[in-house]
């Protein structure tokens, strides 16, 4: 899991097809202390594997599925990238809950500055724009974002010139595409929604079978 609080840029030091799907090589913004083969890492908010870790180098294999739903495929050596390391429990929850899953890419529609701040315009496939809201939570390229407002495919959100400054949002313009992964929560609970409708049996854990195993007095 992730917050969208990215903690540096990246660059792509190299990439190359294999098996179907593609190897990056990435140079972090920030030391690996206590590097951990295996590690995720969110690179534009994609969630992968980092292994060969070397200083501030790793590998990550992306997969033909990761490729066809993210813009990974389309960087270029020394495209800039978003990186953030995953969430530990003891670490404070600055965004949201991300979990590093792109549900597809958008394009940006518009972006036009609005006083010190930039308004950006995007839209996305209309199946998942009904897990956009005003006011809630989205993640564009691996950064948690406020949704300013929403109609029908297209939302808008407000940067502040810091996130523009320290991500990869400040270089956008009408026409890119970027990653976007919708509020989790949203799409759970739709879920268990649509599981009561259908008369799919409830789950045996409640109050009282809590209560029966010693879990609740």
Known sequence: MFTGIIQSLGAVLEKRPVGGGMVFRIEAGFDLTEPQEGESIAVNGVCLTARDIQGRHFLADVSPESLSRTNLGGLAIGSKVNLERALRLADRLGGHLVSGHVDTQGRVEERRAAGDFTLFTFSLEQKLAKYVIEKGSITIDGV??????????????????????????????????VNLEVDLIGKYVEKLLAAKDAGVAESRINPAFLAEHGFLR
């Open 144 to 177: 948690s974002l406020t949704v300013n407002s929403c109609a029908g495919s297209r939302f808008s959100v407000s940067i502040i010139p810091h996130t523009l400054a320290v991500t990869t949002l400040g270089g956008l313009k009408a026409g890119d595409q």
